[in-house]
């Protein structure tokens, strides 16, 4: 899988270092070459020897070395790799890439450098949750670094539990093949994504909305994006940030993304994830609607929404050459799945069981959903969102393939 990919692996100082001689070994092993920067406190970790003999290189510790800047500058060392990896990234090293704060090698290859990077971090449970260390990683992520975990489990610290264990190799490995499996296999094609829930106005201050956060459409947005194609991310109120080279248009109401779901046509895919109110409030009130004792509740009268996903499907005109709509069903999922796809006339439709018996779907981290084709379906276990929008942008690239 990683014949001649080149991997810069910079190891930081945490306890987990020690895991990243397993993740050297398993990439040599698939044929990377892997060149390894050691941070000053990554070394109180592993030893030097250890990851040199491993990686079969020289290790990199030292940005004034004299010897090193003569045999490979730090500029070309960032730059000679196809990807670059830190693993353990402590809240240090996260917080120096999120500022621009170059103050030794690892920090410097990473700011000059023009390759992806990937960051698996690890750290205690708190400092993974201090605000300073989230905002730092939504930085990172806005920038279009990609994060591989952490996992939750035991800490080092005796006793403490939570978020903040390093990603297993096999994980990290698992994402960097993707990573390499992923590239490129979209470019010249243009998506259109839409996601998040949409808000109907009451009135000035009161909206209809659903549970969605947006987090299973911006995962394929993402997804689709780092396999190279164009992407336009049509999205509805959603605290997710906007995905890193994702062209977003930010709407409110059903109306709004029907129309801009239109604008942004001609495209090859359209993936419909968004959880778009099916009705509107027919007349929004221009003012807001007082409550005082004489008032009776008001009655709200609604008016049906466009389908887009509907409309898209429609043959003819700039329809899509695939196009892919959701189900978020309560009961009989596959049965009534099979049925929206037929009634909207899309091509495939990923149904997931939303009801909360099932571990629910709405705003929820993970997802299991079920791939309903017109020949065939597929069942795909509980995983996270960013896993189940790997695996639909891999069925799109086939599918696309194959028609090419
Ligand atoms: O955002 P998350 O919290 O991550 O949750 C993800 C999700 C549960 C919202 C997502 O996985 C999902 O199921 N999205 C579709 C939700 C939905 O509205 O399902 P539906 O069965 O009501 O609609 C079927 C399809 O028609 C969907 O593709 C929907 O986008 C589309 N639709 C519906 C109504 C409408 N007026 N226009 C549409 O395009």
Excluded at 271 to 297: E, F, L, M, S, T
């Amino acid at each position: 899988m990683l014949n001649g990919k080149r991997i810069l692996l910079i190891i930081a100082g945490g306890i987990a270092a020690y895991k990243c001689l397993e993740l050297i070994r398993r990439l040599k092993e698939r044929g990377a070459t892997v060149r390894c920067i050691l941070t000053k406190s990554g070394a109180e970790f592993v030893t030097p020897l250890s990851v040199a003999a491993l990686s079969e290189h020289k290790v990199y510790q030292d940005l004034f070395s004299l010897t090193d800047e003569s045999e490979i500058g730090h500029i070309r060392l960032s730059r000679e790799a196809d990807l670059l990896v830190v693993a353990p990234a402590t809240a240090n090293i996260l917080a120096k890439m999120a500022h621009g704060i170059a103050d030794d090698l690892a920090t410097t290859c990473l700011m000059a450098t023009d390759k992806p990077v990937m960051m698996a971090p690890a750290m205690n449970g708190r400092m993974w949750s201090h605000e300073a260390n989230q905002e730092n990683i939504q930085r990172l992520e806005s920038r279009g670094i990609i994060r591989i975990g952490p996992n939750t489990g035991e800490m080092a610290e005796r006793g403490e539990a939570g978020v903040g264990r390093l990603a297993e190799p096999m994980e990290i490995l698992v994402e960097i093949e993707n990573f390499f499996r992923f590239a490129n296999r979209l470019n010249g094609k243009h998506v259109l994504v839409t996601s998040g829930p949409t808000y109907e106005p009451i009135d000035p201050v009161r909206f209809i909305a659903n549970r969605s956060s947006g987090k299973q459409g911006h995962a394929i947005a993402r997804a689709l994006h780092r396999m190279g194609a164009a992407t336009t991310l049509v999205s509805g109120p959603s605290a997710e940030p906007d995905p890193f080279g994702v062209n977003v248009i930010h709407v409110e109401t059903a109306q709004q993304m029907f129309d801009a779901c239109k604008s942004a046509l001609p495209a090859d895919v359209a993936v419909c994830a968004a959880a778009v109110a099916d009705w509107r409030i027919k007349q929004p009130a221009a003012g807001k609607i007082k409550k005082n004792a004489k008032n009776k509740p008001p009655q709200l009268v609604l008016a049906e929404n466009p389908d887009i996903l509907a409309q898209l499907s429609k043959p003819g005109g700039q329809r899509p050459l695939l196009v892919v709509g959701f189900a978020a069903e309560t009961e009989n999922v596959i049965e009534q799945a099979r049925m929206k796809r037929e009634r909207k006339q899309c091509d495939w439709i990923v149904a997931n069981d939303v009801s909360e018996a099932n571990g629910g779907a709405f705003g929820t981290d993970d997802n299991a959903v079920h791939l309903i084709t017109a020949d065939h379906e597929d069942s795909w276990p509980r995983s996270s969102k960013v896993s189940v929008a790997n695996k639909l942008a891999l069925c799109i690239a086939d599918h696309l393939d194959a028609a090419s």
